[in-house]
């Protein structure tokens, strides 16, 4: 299946807002799945169309299936890129009672925040990548994966819900 979102958001001080901004976000995905198979193809961005938007509404990179090398929300700026391509294998299936089944998969990640409002240096283009195994339960999505960036960054994850 496939799916696509786009919303806007405009602030203006004539309303009662503190200060004039916009804020333009995107994304879409592509999945296929050829029996126990599945591939997840997906792209985000964002901008503030050149508003001056504030810190509080930047958009964020980091984290899981979000540059899975990095810390949760590593980056964040006035504008972002993220693309991602996520294979998994359903290797086992759950009795209905517990949930549907266990899966082993790795993605591929690249993103880009840029005029970041944190002060730091701009990060430039970002490469990530992750392996995990997770399940879908009665509880919802478990998953427990590794990820790995640029110049050596790593990160281990442990979530329940989605990541």
Known sequence: GYGATLSYYAATESFGSAQNYQRLEGRGSYVQSWGPHTLNLFAAG??????????????????PLRLSGFRLEQFSGRRDALGRAVYYN????????????????????????????????????????????????????????????????ASVYLLLGAP
């Open 46 to 63: 964002g901008t503030d169309l050149g508003t001056d938007m504030p810190a509080y509404e930047s958009f964020s990179l980091g984290g």
């Open 90 to 153: 359903q290797f086992f299936s759950l009795p209905d009672l517990l949930g549907s089944g266990a899966y082993v998969g790795a993605s591929a990640e690249v993103g880009r925040i840029t005029d970041r409002t944190d002060g730091f240096a701009q990060p430039g283009t970002l490469y990530s990548g992750s392996v995990f195994v997770g399940a879908s339960t009665f509880l919802g999505p478990a998953y427990l994966g590794a990820g790995f960036g640029n110049n050596g960054a």
